[in-house]
T-cell receptor, first 117, second 115 residues
Framework: DAGVIQSPRHEVTEMGQEVTLRCKPI?????LFWYRQTMMRGLELLIY????????DSGMPEDRFSAKMPNASFSTLKIQPSEPRDSAVYFC???????????????FGSGTRLTVV | AQTVTQSQPEMSVQEAETVTLSCTYD???????LFWYKQPPSRQMILVIR??????QNATENRFSVNFQKAAKSFSLKISDSQLGDTAMYFC????????????FGQGTRLTINP
């Protein structure tokens, strides 16, 4: 199993540009999560999906952020337009089951470090 | 809402020593899960250990063990015989057993193992 795969590993973009981050979860995992990590705010959950359907996007900071999961093996997080304050590490994670009695914890990808200049 | 607090921003010990990282949490739930994740300089988030709240026995994984005090809402991580490769950020995390089961993280403790 290759684990959760994220791309790109690093992204540098200019303010105002569109940025797309990509994630491939572990096969068979029903849940996919997007987190953002910053020094000031730590690890924040942005959105999560169950069976490709967005369940909770209350952590998405504003309308400039959007996430999709067109199939079980692929998800994107898009920022348009990007701003310097979006600079952070963005993690994707997946989990096989999220329900009473499970509590597996997540498997994280290696993250994308986004720098907006 | 659940909160997780790690009161030690940074810690430093000598190789082979034992170190304990502190974590407290706040919840009104009775069933939940607690985790410690390690984030080395490579940035990868690695699950170190997991504890189920309804189990009284403290979890152990080789050199890593926890001291789970449910009444005190405390969940500390002990690393025995520390190694240079243990140098990393360590995050305590909480997950409900019901509902959305989102992982809520503490702010982290930066642990440095010195040779």
């Amino acid at each position: 199993d290759a684990g959760v795969i994220q791309s790109p590993r690093h992204e540098v973009t200019e303010m105002g540009q569109e940025v797309t981050l990509r994630c491939k979860p572990i096969s068979g995992h029903d849940y996919l999560f997007w987190y953002r990590q910053t020094m000031m705010r730590g690890l924040e959950l942005l959105i999560y999906f169950n069976n490709n359907v967005p369940i909770d996007d209350s952590g998405m900071p504003e309308d400039r952020f959007s996430a999709k999961m067109p199939n079980a093996s692929f998800s994107t997080l898009k920022i348009q337009p990007s701003e310097p304050r979006d600079s952070a590490v963005y993690f994707c994670a997946s989990s096989p089951y999220v329900g009473a009695g499970s509590g597996y914890g997540y498997t994280f990808g290696s993250g994308t470090r986004l720098t907006v200049v | 809402a659940q909160t997780v607090t790690q009161s030690q921003p940074e810690m430093s010990v000598q190789e082979a020593e034992t170190v304990t990282l502190s974590c407290t949490y706040d919840t009104s739930e009775s069933n939940y899960y607690l985790f410690w994740y390690k984030q080395p300089p490579s940035r990868q988030m690695i699950l170190v250990i997991r504890q189920e709240a309804y189990k009284q026995q403290n979890a152990t994984e080789n050199r890593f063990s926890v001291n789970f005090q449910k009444a005190a809402k405390s969940f500390s991580l002990k690393i025995s015989d520390s190694q240079l490769g243990d140098t990393a950020m360590y995050f305590c995390a909480f997950m409900n057993d019901q509902g959305a089961q989102k992982l809520v993280f503490g702010q982290g403790t930066r642990l440095t193992i010195n040779p």
